[in-house]
């Protein structure tokens, strides 16, 4: 059972343009949403992350906005350049500030911006 | 800060050798370190949590006695692939999680380390 769904598997965007990738889960224990940044042949690092007490969060071109009651949370990357061409992937986590929990991935989706 | 490094970056090994990958946290000490599996175009795959001083905790399906971990001190994990076959081959990943409150449950990754085995 996939606890994390992300779509779409892969987007293209063309310089400028706004990506929106979105995710959806379904254990509501979950109470904290990052967004990792993979690059080619590197581990992931993290973007932006959220929290269920808020509907929206900026930082820089990155903006998460999460929906509580449809259980469902997206990043959005506005003026998208050619180096944010990567793999990201969502993720949830249950239990935040505890000592326990592992974090959910979703699949990924790999973005390729155009010049 | 908050950097985790990995060793080696890329291995090459033949077929029934070990190979030992370390993760270490380089300027934070981590209560929890995670070791990930990923093959190509793939999510990330939980293969093993480790708390310092304590065995390690795996997931359903990956074997114990294959994947050797060490969790030796708060700031380093080794992952050892024992009798390595071509299945094996993968990018491995490591992630820590601090214990630093204000960034508490934060995880840092690993760069990845590249195995090939012939």
């Known amino acids: 059972q996939q606890q994390v769904k992300q779509s779409p598997q892969s987007l293209i965007v063309q310089k400028g343009g706004i990506s929106i990738i979105n995710c959806a889960y379904e254990n509501t224990a979950f109470d904290y949403f990052p967004w990792y940044q993979q690059f080619p042949g590197k581990g992931p690092a993290l973007l932006i992350a959220i929290r269920p007490d808020v509907s929206e969060k900026k930082e820089g071109r990155f903006t998460i906005s999460f929906n509580k009651s449809a259980k469902q949370f997206s990043l959005h990357i506005m003026d998208s350049q050619p180096g944010d061409s990567a793999t990201y992937f969502c993720a949830a986590l249950k239990n935040y500030g505890g000592s326990q929990g592992n974090l959910i991935f979703g699949k990924g989706t790999k973005l390729s911006v155009k010049p | 800060g908050a950097v985790v490094s990995q060793h080696p970056s890329r291995v090459i090994c033949k077929s029934g050798t070990s190979v030992k990958i370390e993760c270490r946290s380089l300027?934070?000490?981590?209560?929890?370190m995670f070791w990930y599996r990923q093959f190509p175009k793939q999510s990330l795959m939980l293969m093993a949590t480790s708390n310092e001083g304590s065995k390690a905790t795996y997931e359903q399906g990956v074997e114990k006695d294959k994947f050797l971990i060490n969790h030796a001190s708060l700031t380093l994990s080794t992952l050892t692939v024992t009798s390595a076959h071509p299945e094996d081959s993968s990018f491995y990943i490591c992630?820590?999680?601090?214990?630093?409150?204000?960034?508490?449950?934060?995880?840092?990754f690993g760069p990845g380390t590249r195995l090939t085995v012939l």
């Open positions: 992630s820590a999680r601090s214990r630093d409150s204000g960034s508490y449950n934060e995880q840092f």
């Open positions: 300027d934070f000490q981590a209560t929890t």
